[in-house]
């Protein structure tokens, strides 16, 4: 059930109680009726039957304009790229907006009332009515707009409605079907989602939002990269009264106090992105040897750097034992780690985990207050009663009263923030506790 129920949230006819079938079944009412009809007329005889000849004419035609209608080539493709195209992208943001604090509590929070999702979480009766409604007008559009261009036929129209709920029940399976050897094609994952791939979004709630093609996700994070992360929305509104806060400063700080006292050197691999440079150049100026594997990598660090730091330039993996990894770290790179590595995560989402004879530690996240009641767990990769760093940040920042925004490029003081959010209760893993994959 949605947290707060809205209008059409519930369908019409649940306050009916026992007589629902009454409403439900109205559909086969007419078939009864005319079949109760018929057999009341064969048993009176008050109607003469008709036959073929004397009620109707049959056009001669009329089976030559059946079979054309069965099947039609610029059914098929007209229905694919209207999917493709409005339907999706409708749908795009027709999902960014139920997820809106206006919309979610009194209709789409029902469907994520479980984390877990299974291929019955994909089924009309589990959403609310009026977001029903919705789903329906937007996927029979393709549909009417065949009947009204005259190219409608039924195999398209029964393939399309057949290939919706097929994908659908696919995406809330929760067990990834798709083999990894897809991947050697790589825009593939720009026109087709996976169980994974939607499964972030029931744990995430605020990523992966497409419908079937993940094309116009990838589209939005350009769109949010050129925003700079939030940078160019807060100066445009230089008098928001909410303060934006990502929390790569309390991510820094975490990271920073998961790599262990003696450790010399360490490898940084993945996507760099600004907790990427920001603990990479903190760890540097500690005197612990930041080393890439890539050149490209190398040189942006490099730039940031300047003259400061011990950054350097190796492809020898197996050399260490302690990676920084992020997105973008290769199933075949993990191979190349030697025996025993401890794997750290900078990223928000964790990397599979490739090897069994390796120890992976959580993404940046900690413990939260003992006090702090009925929470339970807030992504499903983490323990119990551990919480991302992004969501304890900005509570701390709330706690403190801290009247800065930190998005964008802005970092804020790693030693202050991981200083309030030990004051407030939060307690960081401990490493000990790591289990092998």
């Known amino acids: 059930m949605a947290s707060k129920p809205g209008i059409l949230t519930d369908w019409p006819w649940k306050p009916l109680g026992s007589f629902k079938p009454l409403v439900i079944e109205q559909p086969k009412a007419p078939t009864g009726l005319w079949t109760r ?15 073929m000849q ?20 610029d059914s098929a493709i007209l229905i694919m790229l209207l999917h493709a195209g409005p339907v999706d992208f409708l749908y795009y943001w027709l999902h960014r907006a139920l997820h809106h604090n206006y919309l979610y509590s009194p209709y789409h929070s029902h469907h994520y009332s479980s984390i877990v999702t299974e291929p019955i979480s994909s089924l009309p009766l589990v959403h609310p009515f009026a977001e029903l409604i919705a789903y329906y007008v937007l996927f029979m559009t393709p549909v009417l707009i065949t009947v009204l261009t005259g190219t409608a036929s039924i195999i398209a129209t029964a393939g399309y409605i057949t290939f919706v709920d097929f994908m659908n029940s696919m995406g809330h399976c929760n067990f990834e079907l798709i083999p990894n050897r897809v991947s050697i094609f790589p825009p593939l994952k ?4 996976t169980p994974s791939y939607h499964s972030l979004h029931h744990t995430q709630f605020r990523t992966n939002y497409s419908l079937f093609m993940p094309i116009y996700d990838y ?3 350009m769109s949010e990269e050129l925003n700079k992360y939030g940078e160019v929305y807060a100066r445009k509104h230089p008098k928001l009264k909410v303060k934006l806060v990502d929390g790569s400063s309390l991510a820094v700080a975490v990271l920073l106090n ?5 450790t010399t050197q360490l490898l940084l691999r993945g996507k760099l992105t600004k907790v990427a440079v920001a603990v990479a150049f903190a760890l540097s100026r500690k005197g612990i040897q930041v080393s890439v594997p890539r050149e490209d990598e190398y040189e942006k660090l490099d730039k940031s750097f300047g003259s400061e730091g011990k950054l350097v330039m190796s492809k020898s993996y197996s ?12 199933e075949k790179e993990q191979q190349k780690a030697a025996k025993g590595t401890l794997f750290t995560p900078f990223s928000q989402f964790p990397p599979k985990r490739m090897r069994k004879d390796c120890f992976y530690h959580t993404t940046p996240a900690m413990e939260i ?3 702090l009641e009925n929470v339970d767990s807030c992504e499903n990769w983490l323990p119990r009663r551990v919480m991302s760093v992004s969501r304890i940040a900005r509570i701390v920042h709330g706690l403190e009263g801290w009247e800065e925004h930190e998005c964008g490029s802005t970092i804020s003081n790693i030693d202050k923030v991981w200083e309030a959010s030990l004051k407030h209760g939060s307690e960081p893993l401990r490493i000990p506790a790591l289990s092998k994959s």
């Open 37 to 51: 009809l018929s057999n009341l007329t064969k048993l009176t005889g008050m109607i003469k039957y008709c036959s």
């Open 54 to 73: 004397s009620c109707f004419t049959w056009p001669t035609n009329t089976f030559q304009e059946l079979h054309t209608q069965i099947w039609r080539t």
């Open 190 to 193: 720009y026109l087709m989602y």
């Open 219 to 221: 589209i939005t994070c």
């Open 258 to 262: 998961n790599i262990s006292k003696g």
């Open 319 to 330: 050399s260490y034992k302690i990676w920084l990894a992020g997105h973008e770290l290769t």
């Open 369 to 371: 207050p003992r006090a």
